[in-house]
Structure formats: C-alpha cells, structure tokens
C-alpha cells in the first residue's frame, strides 16, 4: 500500500465516473469520487439522459403517439398537456436514479466528496468545498477524470433560460410553446425537436449540415427525415446562423433567427443545440503537465490512459461517441487497467441508441463505410407493417435493416428504426460479437408475435437478393 489517501481519485460521478469507481472498490481500492455538485449522477442522471429520455416517455404517453396509427391522428390521452405534466414524471425518475446512485457508492465503501477538484500535481487533487468555503488537498496513485461536458454558448447570443435556452433549460420551462426553434440537427438537437413535435408543436430545425445525423445509415437518416416532416417539422439544413435576437410585438414574446442566407425564422422559444465541451476550465489540466483542445476534450490511448500514464480519462470529456454506456464501459476498463485486472471488450460493436421520435439503434458498420472499405455486401430488410406485432402496436413504419457479406454471409451491421429500437438491436448485437452469419436468423424461431420476428424475415429478403 502507498503512502498516498487513496488507489483511486474519481473527478466526476456520471455513468463513467461511477463505474470506474465501483470497478476499483470491487477488487478492494480505496475510492474517492470528487463531485462538485450537490448531488451524483452528473449531467446524465441530472440534466441529460435520463431527463430527457423519461419526458420522452411522458410524451409518448400522454401524447398517445404510438397509438395513432390505429386510432387516428386526433387520438390523445390527455387533450391539454402542459410542461408540469412532463416533469411530474421526470421528477420522480431523477430522484430514484440519484438514490440509486448514492447507495452503490455507499455500499461499495466509496468516499463522495463535495467539492471543485484540480490538479495541484500530477497525483494531487485540491478540493475546494463551495458550501463550506474550506479548502485540502488529497493524494491519489491513480486519477481518473470523468468530468463530462457542458453545452458550447455562443457568446454572442442572449440566452435567458426560458425564451432563448440551452438543453440544461428545459427541466425549468413553465410553458409548452406552440413554436420551437432547435438550433443545432446533432443527436441533442433531433431528440428534442422530434419530442417536442410529437406534442404538435410546430419546430423548426436549423443545421450547416444538410444531413441529419450523418454517422448513421443513409436509409436511416432519410427515414428519420420523413417522420420528422410527417411530424411538420420544418428543416433548413445547410444554413448558417448569422444573428438571434428576443423581441416584442402586440402578439407577444418571440424570437428572430436571422440566417446568412438572408432568410429568417421566427420562433416563440429557441433550444440551442450546437454541441457540447467538455467541462475541463477548473480542473488545472496544466499542473498535471496534461492539456485538452479548443473543445474541452482530453486526448487518450485505446486503454484511456492520458499522457500521464496513471491519469486516465473517460466519458463523454474524451469526445465521440459521447454516450452514457459507452462512458460506462470505459469507465470499467479504465478502472481494470489501472489496477491489472483482466478485461476484454469490443469497442467497435458498442451499440448506439438515439432517443427521437421513432428511436434509432445501430451497431457494427453501415453501407457506406463497407463500401469505402471495399467490403463486399448486401443488405436484408424488414419493415414493422410486414410484422403482426408492428400491426398491433400501431408501428406502421418502423425499420430493421441487415448488412452481411456477400461470400462469408457473415453479419456485418445492423440498425433499425422504430418502436423498441434501443431494445431490439442487442439481438443483432449479441450475433455480431459471435461472429454469426445472417443463416443463423434464418435458423431460430423468434417468439410469435414480436418485433424480433424481423430479424428472420430481413435475412430471408437478404438471401432472396443473393440467388
């Protein structure tokens, strides 16, 4: 044992944090986490993923979304939603995450400090207690910063939190506006504008980009784009923001976005969404001889380790993909390396979800990266409407789509929009990781009726195309 307080010194309790701590309290470490708020969990728990994804589950309810199709468009469970009904909900979801967080800590014997840390040297952390004003300094053989990120400003827009607000915000809303702006067509910025359509607000989407979320299958994103108009949103992609500025008129309070192509958007709140940085300005990076770029990220090696090999970092403040069971993951593996602990994972087949409204998963590679790379492929699919299930949950037009290899005809991706999407993808998961080919969807009997039930019928319409 070293002299110094602790194995292990965690900046930051989100998902990555709090699983590199557990990680190390497991194989018996002493364990610090340093949080500088009031409460665990970080920005996930408090104002990010599981927020945002419980009002989307409000929504989906009360809206009667899903319902629809069978009903009609008319078809609501409440007629009047209002922004109190969505937090009712999401309040309650917090509370219990953060109970649920804190007690794993505690039962795990991890020491939770409230307090600002940074670097004083490369294994010194000083904490400065802002309710208490009290400052000390701790020591640590192995530190690991899970800082997490906070939403890019622009300082040249007036934010105020109610007509011009961050995604942070929105938790504090009173009202629901019957025109949103969402600056920003990244994975924040399309979760937010497809929830907020589904309650019939009328959205407009603003981006540089002319694509939507372009990380993903080009079939997904042109579907996702298709529900999104469905849904009224209107789109300007590949225009740039040149002014945003509150003003009054007898109709009441609104918002002018002036765009450099000369057109304007007016709004009566705005959600900006361009990015985020990572929350690294008082950690003192220096001091500990390390440094972050122009967006708060801190570069690491494939075991996120930092230049300094005891110092790792993990989460969303190392960049892409920036989500929460990817940071977990991390978390874990960075904790098992600091301490030689065995573990193996595979990064490339890390499933990604994407909450809009219908949701996205994808995992392993898309058509355009095979093609890139020369791979030889073709692709199966399966539409929810050709599924009984689908039909019973009023899912007329969700999507599964498989990628295999032409000759091996072993699975290559996977990604699916629609109802349970998130769910349903571990599936094509589990068989990628195996390394199963598309003979082996063919081959099971999937319970009848069910969404996985697609699996079966996009390998058949895969292998229809080979012969």
């Known amino acids: 044992m070293s002299g110094r307080d602790y194995d292990l010194v965690v900046i930051g309790s989100g998902p990555a944090g709090h699983r590199a701590a557990i990680q190390a309290a497991k194989v018996g470490k002493r364990v610090a986490v340093v949080e500088r708020k009031g409460v665990v969990g970080g920005v996930s728990i408090n104002t990010g993923t599981i927020p945002s994804k419980t009002l989307r589950e409000a929504v989906m309810h009360l809206s009667g979304y899903n319902q629809r199709g069978i009903?009609?468009?008319?078809?609501?469970?409440?007629?009047?939603?209002?922004?109190?009904?969505?937090?009712?909900?999401?309040?309650?979801?917090?509370?219990?995450?953060?109970?649920?967080?804190?007690?794993?800590?505690m039962r795990?014997?991890?020491?939770?400090?409230?307090?600002?840390g940074s670097f004083v040297d490369a294994h010194t952390i000083q904490l400065n207690a802002e309710d208490s004003g009290g400052s000390r300094n701790v020591t640590a053989d192995n530190i690991v910063i899970a800082v997490g990120t906070h939403c890019t400003l622009d300082p040249n827009i007036p934010f105020d939190g109610e007509r011009i607000f961050?995604?942070?915000?929105?938790?504090?809303?009173?009202?629901?506006?019957?025109?949103?702006?969402?600056?920003?067509a990244g994975v924040i910025g399309c979760e937010y504008a497809t929830i907020f359509a589904a309650l019939g607000v009328r959205v407009t989407v603003i981006d540089k980009r002319t694509r939507l979320l372009d990380f993903l299958d080009w079939e997904i994103t042109d579907a996702l784009t298709h529900h999104m108009r469905e849904n009224r949103v209107t789109m300007r992609l590949g225009e740039e923001v040149a002014g945003v500025e509150p003003y009054e008129d007898e109709q009441g309070e609104h918002v002018r976005i002036k765009l450099a192509s000369g057109k304007q958007v007016i709004s009566e709140k705005t959600l900006y969404a361009i990015g985020r940085t990572g929350a690294t300005d008082a950690l003192n990076l220096a001091a500990a001889e390390l440094d972050a770029d122009d967006r708060g990220r801190i570069t690491v090696?494939?075991?996120?380790?930092?230049s300094q090999e005891h110092i790792?970092?993990?989460?969303?403040?190392?960049?892409?993909?920036?989500?929460?069971a990817t940071s977990m993951e991390q978390g874990r593996l960075a904790s098992c390396h600091a301490f030689d602990?065995?573990?193996?994972?595979v990064p490339e087949l890390f499933p990604f979800g994407i909450y809009t409204i219908p949701e996205i998963s994808i995992v392993g590679k898309n058509e355009e990266q095979l093609t890139s790379e020369g791979v030889p492929y073709e692709v199966g699919k399966a539409s929810y409407k050709e599924i009984a299930r689908g039909q019973i949950i009023g899912d007329q037009s969700g999507l599964l789509k498989l990628i295999f290899h032409t000759e091996t005809r072993k699975l290559l991706g996977v990604s699916i929009i629609g109802e349970g999407a998130t769910e349903l993808i571990h599936i094509g998961q589990a068989v990628l990781s195996h390394g199963g080919d598309i003979d082996y969807f063919v081959d099971t009997v999937f319970n009848y009726p069910t969404l996985a039930e697609c699996y079966k019928t996009a390998a058949l319409d895969g292998i229809n195309r080979l012969s």
């Open 312 to 324: 790792y970092a993990v989460g969303d403040v190392i960049g892409f993909p920036s989500l929460a």
């Open 71 to 105: 009903y009609g468009q008319a078809y609501r469970v409440k007629q009047k939603i209002e922004m109190k009904d969505l937090l009712h909900r999401t309040d309650h979801v917090i509370r219990r995450e953060i109970d649920v967080t804190q007690h794993q800590l």
């Open 301 to 306: 090696n494939e075991n996120f380790q930092t």
């Open 166 to 184: 961050i995604s942070d915000d929105l938790l504090n809303l009173e009202t629901l506006p019957k025109r949103l702006a969402v600056i920003g």
């Open 108 to 116: 795990n014997s991890i020491e939770v400090i409230s307090a600002t």
């Open 341 to 345: 602990v065995p573990a193996h994972s």
